[in-house]
């Protein structure tokens, strides 16, 4: 039958055909640490390969045309090699009469192939982990998800969550030697990019080393996957809904009054807004109609626009889709001279900074130190 390589082109050289998947040598840029000792996860190798049974040269062949009998993507050859229950861990060898060297069948990732074979090898070594507990110490998925589900857990009780998963993570790579930073190894549990300096590969590195680097993320799968649960759970918590404008109304805050007057006294002695009357600029933040409400004066020219949306945001937090309703409110509650309505100085003025409080989030730390200094 005929072979091909992985661009479809067919191989008349069976020499080439068997040699082809032996690992190339990968010339990237050199990394302190980054290599992971294989010495230091050779034991959880052993169990892993253990159970593996011998092949015969028939059955060898047998996967092989599978694997280049057809036109098969590096990701239809790791189903093969799945279908067979072979570990993504190991080569089988085969000898011939004619041959001073050994043909090699295997699914070890060609350069450009390095990311698929580590997610789906690394999920392999963690879903067999998870079955060896009495020999190998492991945070499964499935035990955080216990916990946290008999913690009922508020935000609070997240935040913590996270800080006991992330010291696990920790643990682990102290334990297993694993010799990398925290955010080195997350790049394999969301869209898995893979930057190829990760591995300090060259020319008399083993294949034993990409084994440890798919042994090690297997070991902290488990912790990562929940820690992406957790994360999501908290962004889910932090996503207060925003205020809606209501037409002819001043601002709600839940601020108390005496945290609003409190702030008040700040921005007078910050010399940000006019001196008024301290219910007056509680109003402000009471839903109280147009027609009642003493716009806030606001005296600083610096970075005005910036200064009374980051007041806004943070009092408030508004919901920004009804443009013309929060012109109408801001309009308002502010002005920037007695009886002149801001309204008529917004124009494209507007724009920028409101873009940079509700798209970008950038705050004036300045009004974001007195609101936060008086909650």
């Known amino acids: 039958m005929d072979y091909y390589d992985e661009t479809g082109k067919l191989i008349d050289d069976e020499d080439l055909l068997f040699q082809m998947l032996i690992p190339s040598s990968y010339d990237a840029q050199e990394v302190d640490d980054g290599i992971i000792d294989f010495h230091n996860v050779k034991n959880i190798y052993d169990l892993l390969i253990e159970d593996e049974r011998n092949l015969d040269k028939d059955s060898i062949l047998k996967i092989n045309d599978e694997l280049y009998g057809v036109k098969t993507t590096y990701t239809q050859k790791l189903e093969v090699w799945k279908k067979y229950k072979q570990s993504p861990l190991t080569e089988h060898l085969i000898s011939f009469e004619d041959r001073t060297t050994q043909a090699r069948v295997n699914v070890f990732p060609e350069r450009t192939q390095i990311g698929k074979y580590l997610k789906d090898s690394s999920k392999w070594v ?181 200064s009374i949306l980051t007041l806004i945001e943070l009092l408030v937090k508004p919901d920004y889709t009804d443009e013309k309703q929060f012109r109408a409110t801001l309009g308002n509650c502010f002005c920037f001279k007695k009886d002149s309505n801001i309204v008529e100085d917004v124009g494209k003025s507007l724009k920028n900074p409101l873009e940079k409080i509700k798209d970008k989030h950038q705050l004036n730390l300045k009004i974001k130190k007195i609101v936060e200094s008086n909650k």
């Open 126 to 306: 963690y879903e067999k982990l998870k079955n060896m507990r009495e020999e190998i110490s492991i945070y499964t998925y499935e035990d955080y998800k216990l916990d946290y589900e008999r913690k009922f857990p508020n935000l609070e009780n997240i935040n913590k969550e996270i800080e006991r998963v992330e010291e696990n993570i920790k643990s682990t790579v102290a334990n297993y030697g694993l010799n990398r930073k925290l955010n080195d190894y997350s790049n394999y549990f969301e869209d898995l990019t893979v930057d190829v300096s990760f591995f300090k590969l060259n020319n008399k590195d083993k294949i034993e080393h990409i084994w440890a680097i798919v042994i090690g993320i297997g070991l902290l799968y488990g912790s990562y996957q929940y820690l992406s649960f957790l994360n999501s759970k908290k962004r889910d918590l932090d996503e207060i809904p925003r205020y809606k404008l209501k037409s002819n109304l001043s601002y709600w805050s839940d601020y108390s009054d005496i945290e609003l007057e409190r702030i008040y006294n700040d921005l007078v002695k910050g010399e940000f807004i006019d001196e008024m009357d301290s219910t007056k600029f509680i109003n402000i933040f009471r839903e109280i109609k147009f027609k009642d409400v003493t716009p806030i004066l606001w005296k600083k020219t610096s970075s005005r626009w910036l």
